[in-house]
Nanobody, 117 residues
Framework: QGQLTESGGGLVQFGGSLKLSCVAS????????MAWYRQAPGKERVLVAG???????NYVDSVKGRFIISRDDATNTLYLQMNSLKPEETAVYYC???????????WGQGTQVTVSS
């Protein structure tokens, strides 16, 4: 749909860091909630971190203290700073934006993150 475009993935060593970006086409504030999900090979897509329009954040327990989700409304960009990465976090990371008023759920195309041991 071209609404959300991720970037920033790549290959990193165990314990390394990456910062993912997700640019929204248009005003990011039209999304009530935004989030990052990840999908490992052969597994379901799961929530990693979320942020509301007001800036309230939530994280899956396994990434608390290591990942930081943020949004810059001025540049229509969602970020995910990932620190102390582990090999088991190798996955395709997806940006998600929700517009419940129109029952719409938007996804980016995904960006591959590979953590080597």
């Amino acid at each position: 749909q071209g609404q959300l475009t991720e970037s920033g993935g790549g290959l990193v060593q165990f314990g390394g860091s990456l910062k993912l970006s997700c640019v929204a086409s248009g005003n990011i504030r039209r999304f009530t909630d935004m989030a990052w999900y990840r999908q490992a090979p052969g597994k379901e897509r799961v929530l990693v971190a979320g942020i509301t329009r007001r800036g309230t954040t939530n994280y899956v327990d396994s990434v608390k203290g290591r990942f930081i989700i943020s949004r810059d409304d001025a540049t229509n960009t969602l970020y995910l700073q990932m620190n102390s990465l582990k090999p088991e976090e190798t996955a395709v990371y997806y940006c998600n934006g929700k517009r419940p008023a129109i029952e719409a759920d938007y996804w980016g195309q995904g960006t591959q993150v590979t953590v080597s041991s």
